[in-house]
């Protein structure tokens, strides 16, 4: 069984940054792509970013390139999403999952029925 935490998130102004951070349990978090995801209010869960198992692959939504960072240390478990330039649009829950897919082939994904496993969600507030 594999358990992600996220942690983090928190309010900040318009153009401020957050880092947020998701906890792995499990030996096999660093054979797996790992994704960020949010959900405003009234709205879809929406792809924000993912990482190859390696972290040598990268892949952003339109919405967040440029402003966002995905990456990952396998010797802790945990992948960060690096937040810059936040707007009030970026306000969601996001959400860290691990894509069920075998990295094998190398293969990214946005789409949230490629994941599997999910945290419990972290609240991000942005302020104008």
């Known amino acids: 069984q594999v358990q992600l935490v996220e942690s983090g998130g928190g309010v900040v102004q318009a153009g401020g940054s957050l880092r947020l951070s998701c906890a792995a349990s499990?030996?096999?978090?660093?054979?797996?792509?790992m994704g960020w995801f949010r959900q405003a209010p009234g709205k879809e869960r929406d792809f924000v970013a993912t990482?190859?198992?390696?972290?040598?692959?990268?892949y952003y939504a339109d919405s967040v390139k440029g402003r966002f960072t995905i990456s990952r240390d396998n010797a802790k478990n945990t992948v960060y999403l690096q937040m810059n330039s936040l707007k009030p649009e970026d306000t969601a829950v996001y959400y860290c999952?691990?894509?069920?897919?075998?990295?094998?082939?190398?293969?990214?994904?946005?789409?949230?029925?490629?994941?599997?496993?999910w945290g419990q969600g972290t609240q991000v507030t942005v302020s104008s």
């Open positions: 990482i190859s198992w390696s972290g040598g692959s990268t």
């Open positions: 999952a691990r894509d069920r897919n075998d990295p094998r082939w190398g293969t990214l994904h946005t789409s949230k029925n490629e994941y599997d496993y």
């Open positions: 499990g030996r096999t978090f660093s054979s797996y792509a």
